[in-house]
């Protein structure tokens, strides 16, 4: 692989774009595709299925076998809610390969030093989480507790492509918040897509292993199906 | 940070940006229950040195030394691994699956 095809696919990676690099096995020849130049390629379909998947594999064209490496960006989740569970959140996520924002407008908790390592936002949801960016590689994780400051991300959130919408608090809560969200204009399905209570059920008690039980549940929302069983390798 | 592929691929261009012969081995297709997915990398300098991996340890040792010849030729290679294969009793998958590791050079 030539240097500088590896540095452009780096790049594109790093600005959250997709790119798929087109290796010939036979002669190894290669190119870069970028998402957006997908549409008028000769592989266009394959491209676009592989994309959608996020899946690298071998397909064949006319006689000759063709890999193609599929770079999807990096996943994204973004906190609402600078608090004990992020804290505990920040490492775990980095761990997985995960970028992490955390977003809280009270400025006691989204201070620098209770989370040196990610970018925070002291700011109020509803500004801060459009001047973001959404896309479909980004988590949303309401965990403040405080329907001030969940609702209006939630709101964000629940009208964006985000692969996985998490929301904290009692199902009694949830119940309570589903009525403010239906008031507000959000049909059954819609709000099927806040998973609430958050995280899988492992009986998590302390901050970390809600984060976990939380990370469980994105990483499960990314490798099964919706039937629940595993998407290949 | 290691922990995905693509941080692999960033790897392998800082190694080559520092003047190190390097060598990029991609799982490209599996068989039956092979231990990583299909677009897996390993990573591999011309000292042996090796991020990342092919399998869940069973092969890769075979994949550097293969990497430090593609590293000396320049000419990309395509490794077979599996149970039905001679060298696999050397040093086979032992979860009985088969892969194919295409092995290039960062040129």
């Known amino acids: ?233 | 940070m290691l922990a995905t592929d693509d941080d692999l691929l960033k790897q392998a261009e800082t190694w080559r940006r520092e003047g190190r012969g390097v060598a990029l081995a991609t799982v490209v297709e599996t068989w039956g229950s092979a231990p990583r997915p299909v677009g897996s990398h390993l990573v591999i300098d011309a000292e042996g040195t090796f991020m990342g991996s092919v399998s869940g340890g069973c092969v890769e040792g075979a994949v550097v030394t293969e990497a430090l010849d593609v590293i000396e030729s320049g000419a990309p290679k395509m490794l077979e691994f599996g149970v039905a294969d001679e060298t696999a009793w050397k040093v086979g998958l032992s979860c009985g699956g088969r892969i194919s590791v295409y092995v290039e050079k960062v040129t």
């Open chain 1, 1 to 233: 692989m030539d240097l500088a095809l590896l540095v452009k696919l780096n790049q594109e990676r790093a600005a959250r774009r997709a790119a798929v690099l087109v290796t010939e096995i036979a002669t190894g020849a290669q190119r870069l595709v970028l998402e957006k130049d997908v549409a008028h390629d000769p592989y266009a379909a394959f491209l676009t299925d592989a994309l959608r998947m996020g899946k690298s594999g071998v397909i064949e064209s006319e006689g000759h076998k063709v890999f193609l490496t599929v770079q999807a960006p990096v996943l994204r989740i973004i906190a609402i809610g600078a608090v004990h569970i992020s804290q505990a959140l920040v490492p775990m996520a980095q761990q997985l390969g995960h970028d992490v924002i955390i977003v809280d407008p009270r400025e006691a908790f989204a201070s620098p030093e209770r989370f040196p390592d990610v970018p925070v936002h002291a700011e109020w949801p509803d500004l801060v989480l459009p001047k973001l960016g959404a896309d479909r590689y980004t988590a949303y994780l309401m965990l403040t507790h405080d329907p001030k400051i969940d609702d209006p991300a939630l709101q964000f959130a629940l009208t964006s492509e985000a692969f996985y919408i998490g929301a904290l608090g009692s199902r009694k809560t949830h119940g309570k918040r589903l009525e403010r969200l239906q008031a507000m204009g959000f049909d059954e399905q819609t709000l099927k897509r806040i998973h609430a209570p958050i995280g899988l059920n492992i009986g998590a008690i302390s901050p970390a292993e809600i984060a976990l039980s939380i990370l469980g549940e994105i990483t499960a929302k990314l490798r099964l199906k919706p039937d629940g069983t595993k998407i290949g390798n």
